[in-house]
């Protein structure tokens, strides 16, 4: 051992004598890791500064993973305030963040269909300003409330005069754009008196051609259309919307009107 260290004279180089190796309690390097002295290794708690960034201390640099909140704002860190950016999830509702709940205002794009959204497909309803043929905000073609054609169906339902009731049946099945798709509401809504919805689905089989091809898709997207039913009723097509003709793949004839809609109901 050196002399002048065994006499009490080291040559310190913060905590440790450069010269013996001796450590002493102070004057350590905290400079790298506030918790661990860079020359003895001696260690401490509680000493970093993570107020200003959850996963990286103010005052050595040390870093670590996995340690910002972002539950309640995907792009704002709710412990130290680091921001970050394009984090939110907006795809299935542009005004509310799926992960986080974060609301921002008038992000929707209604500019193609006032009661749909482009962007993340959210839906409302009655938004369209009818000019008569179209919504003169957005341009889409023919556009009915389901209110309308429900009260459409239940008037003409309703009416005690054959040719006034035959009238309006017409004037209902001429109607083109969404009226099918209301129709179908009506069908499936088990809150109204199931002769309202039969009458609805006798209505529906007055359109022909594509109209009446785009009502059978439409039916059996909700699930609500047998197989057999839903060929025997297509195979009608242009040349007969007679539904008693129709036959079941199975080679079951249907008797009567009556029949099919009760089969109809029931799928």
Not at 74 to 83: A, D
Request: proline share 0%; hydrophobic share 25%; aromatic share 8%.
């Amino acid at each position: 051992m050196i002399i002048k260290c065994t006499l009490g004279f080291h040559t310190w180089d913060g905590c440790t004598c450069a010269a013996c190796g001796k450590v002493r309690d102070e004057q350590h390097n905290w400079s790298k890791d506030c918790e661990k002295c860079s020359k003895c290794g001696k260690a401490r708690e509680n000493q970093h500064d993570w107020s200003k960034d959850c996963e990286k201390c103010s005052i050595c640099g040390m870093t670590r993973a996995d340690h910002h909140d972002w539950s309640k704002d995907c792009e704002k860190c709710s412990k130290c305030g680091k921001s970050r950016e394009n984090k939110h999830h907006w795809s299935k509702d542009c005004e509310k963040c799926s992960k986080c709940g974060k609301i921002r205002e008038n992000p929707h794009d209604w500019s193609k269909d006032c009661e749909k959204c482009s962007k993340c497909g959210k839906t409302r309803e009655n938004q369209h300003i009818s000019n008569g043929s179209s919504c003169s905000l957005c341009g889409q073609e023919r556009i009915y409330s389901y209110d309308y054609v429900l009260n459409e169906v239940k008037k003409s339902c309703d009416e005690k005069d054959d040719k006034k009731r035959s009238n309006i049946c017409v004037q209902i099945a001429k109607l083109q754009g969404n009226c099918l798709t209301c129709l179908i509401k009506i069908v499936q809504d088990k809150k109204l008196d199931m002769y309202y919805r039969r009458w609805a689905l006798k209505i529906a089989s007055g359109y022909k051609g594509e109209q009446l091809s785009e009502f059978i898709k439409l039916y059996c997207l909700a699930g609500k259309l047998k197989s057999e039913l839903l060929r025997a009723y297509y195979n009608l097509g242009d040349e007969e919307s007679n539904v008693n003709l129709a036959l079941f793949v199975t080679g079951e004839e249907i008797l009567n009107t009556k029949d099919f809609f009760e089969r109809f109901m029931a799928t």
